[in-house]
């Protein structure tokens, strides 16, 4: 788990992410290419190459070699641990914390069992 938020954490590598899930399959060169012409990276490809070890290492990428040509492709089943160790439905939702802290989702609304004279009063 802690390499998988480890290789989550960084930008440039949920770039590379980002990237690999719009379009599976690329080359170290199309990765670099697309993170320069759409994101303004422009880190070495040996960087970009270590960023994809990381996520390989983490399980997100698995890479597989064709002739001269190495593609990456996306994985997101690790992913599904994250979820499994904090559910979303483990957590309330805004609009119930909202409700349990001032009765109401509107941020500017008097808090309940207050008046709206008492609004911006010190008590």
Known sequence: MEEL???LAD???AVILDELV???GQ???EICNRLSARHGITPSRQAISQHLAVLES???VRSERSGRYKFHYVDTAPLRRIAERWPEAARPSAVNEAEAIGGTTDPG???AGTSSSSK???P
């Open 22 to 24: 719009e379009r599976t």
């Open 5 to 7: 938020l480890k290789a």
């Open 11 to 13: 930008p440039t590598r």
């Open 109 to 111: 609304a008097p808090r």
């Open 58 to 60: 983490a399980g997100l």
């Open 120 to 122: 911006g009063k010190m």
């Open 27 to 29: 080359t170290l060169f």
